[in-house]
């Protein structure tokens, strides 16, 4: 078994692994460092040796999670970074067994996301002050968000080189650096040509010129930028939803299914590698068909 002599650097390594070889994106990877740091500083406080960890060790620092009043979602995304790093520490030989093997992550609800209506984008993209010189980015921003259903960190890496408008296409850098084809709305065409000749007018800084988004400075928006925009104009047309980026991506599944698309082809879309991952649309779908029920049926009067 090797020894473990600098913490520091083992957590270097297990970097390296998650980027090489598991080819998790960069927001994974912080996710996960985060949470090990966690469980580190909890092996600090109670005097505990990373070889000397066991199950029981592990189901104590997970009931210190509860304690804390963190909720099960953020338990189980914890133990799910935990449970990577001793993978790792055992397939390097830092450890002859895994103590995380029975480590069991708090149940939590299947819970549905918020979705927005048509007449609730409309309203967004009404919201917009045109006159302002980030109108036209805003709206064809809102229009590529919903109409490809993108994430908003596909959004912010979107390229110009993967833009193809005569096509009505896009080639799209997902998680694990996977690329997939999204078709586009004529909407988020017709925005993205307009917006176009706003961007030729920036100074745009070097090594951001390939970057489709810009802000006025002419570097790549960020997500927390994203998130800024879509909340104020949701605001500004008097949602009172709680929404984000995300919540664009969930809306354009929920229309899709709706309109009759098949699951598969809005799991593509999507890219998500599970199926399961996309089930959850047809539970919004249900949901919403016991509202209408209940509010139309005669015997519900």
């Not at 914890?78 to 030989?93: A, D, N, Q, T």
């Not at 650096?177 to 920036?202: F, N, Q, T």
């Not at 699951?263 to 068909?289: K, N, P």
């Amino acid at each position: 078994m090797r020894e473990i002599t600098d913490i520091s650097k083992l957590l270097d390594e297990y970097q390296a692994y998650l980027m090489l070889e598991k080819g998790l994106s960069e927001n994974t990877r912080v996710c996960y460092y985060t949470d090990v740091c966690k469980l580190m500083s909890y092996l600090g406080d109670t005097a505990t040796r990373l070889h000397d960890v066991t199950l029981a060790v592990l189901q104590s620092f997970a009931a210190d999670l509860h304690d804390l009043g963190i909720s099960p979602r953020s338990q189980a995304r914890i133990i799910s970074g935990v449970k990577s790093f001793f993978k790792f520490l055992r397939m390097e030989g830092y450890m002859e067994i895994n103590p995380t093997a029975l480590l069991e992550a708090p149940r939590i609800g299947r819970r549905l996301p918020e979705v927005l209506s048509i007449e609730e984008i409309d309203a967004m993209i009404a919201a917009i002050d045109m006159s302002a010189a980030e109108g036209q980015r805003n709206r064809a921003i809102i229009e590529t968000l919903y109409g490809c259903g993108l994430r908003v960190s596909e959004l912010t890496g979107l390229e110009l080189s993967k833009v193809f408008l005569d096509e009505e296409y896009i080639v799209v850098k997902g998680k694990g650096g996977k690329e997939r084809l999204v078709p586009m709305s004529p909407a988020a065409v017709a925005e993205i040509r307009c917006y176009l000749e706003d961007r030729s007018r920036l100074d745009i800084k070097p090594g951001e010129d390939h970057i489709l988004f810009l802000n006025r400075r002419g570097r790549r928006l960020t997500r927390v930028m994203i998130f800024y925009i879509i909340k104020r104009l949701a605001e500004q047309a008097g949602i009172r939803k709680e929404i984000s980026p995300h919540t664009l991506r969930h809306s354009f599944a929920t229309h899709l299914l709706e309109g009759g698309a098949n699951l598969r082809a809005i799991q593509q879309m999507l890219g998500h590698e599970s199926i399961s991952t996309t089930e959850i649309y047809i539970h919004i779908d249900r949901s919403r068909l016991r509202e209408e029920i209940l509010r139309y049926h005669p015997r519900n009067r």
